[in-house]
């Protein structure tokens, strides 16, 4: 869907200001990759390459698509994204040797700290004598 006129150019024309890429802050000459027109705020952004617009989330906020002025430029399939949370990656393979391995090595590190207590311990008495 095209707006009936392109608010990117007439708010462009209007100020003569360079259009600038609103990640990196660089001046866009020619086409921006990416442009994202919000009518009802008079607000519009350019991103200058795809690395960009990759953040326009962190400017804009999600859910900008519907808002995207150059559509046409996008009509190639896109990836579906699924929110899975990942389980245990060792699928409890070994589970017991890492299980060993991290108690070891929380005794291995007491036994560090009860020895570097037993030093400053007994160095500072010697101090003081």
Known sequence: MMYPADPVENSNQNT????TCIHCKSVIEGKPWITVCFQE???TVHACKYLCSKNLQYH?????FKHVVNK??????RPLLSNKVKGDITANFGIQEIKDEISYEEKRMEMVEDEYEYECGYSSEDSEG
Do not use: L, R, S
Request: avoid cysteine.
């Open 16 to 19: 003569n200001e360079p259009i």
């Open 41 to 43: 705020d008079d607000y």
């Open 60 to 64: 804009i906020g999600k859910g900008y």
């Open 72 to 77: 046409e430029d996008f009509q190639e399939p």
